[in-house]
């Protein structure tokens, strides 16, 4: 499988994936750092990958979501978007919504 076509694959058997720095144990960068705080308070289960052990999926992803920066957010298949978002999200109680229900179809 090429690059592109993992990256598909993780996105879509995952209903919430972080792409991030480092993991959410011990996130690599403050962004991350951030992003892990907000969805553990969120209390649900996601799927994370890390980019700085994957080179080829930092690059990769970037293109293929046309979103420059990490970490970033998917949630049903779709871009939620990085640090910023989601911690607007998170404090406005968008972000809780938003998982839970991805959560529960999930499952």
């Not at 144990?25 to 969805?39: D, I, L, R």
């Not at 994370?48 to 979501?65: M, S």
């Amino acid at each position: 499988m090429d690059v592109l076509e993992v990256i598909k694959d993780q996105i879509g058997s995952n209903a919430v994936i972080l792409y991030m720095k480092g993991t959410p144990q011990f996130p690599q960068c403050g962004f991350s750092a951030q992003v892990v705080e907000a969805m553990t308070a969120v209390g649900k289960p996601f799927a994370y990958v890390n980019i700085l052990e994957a080179p080829e999926i930092r690059q990769t992803l970037k293109e293929y979501a046309n979103w420059p920066t990490y970490p970033q957010l998917w949630v049903k298949g779709e871009l939620v978007g990085g640090c910023d978002i989601i911690m607007d999200m998170y404090r406005a109680g968008q972000l809780k919504t938003m998982v839970e229900e991805a959560s529960e179809e999930a499952e």
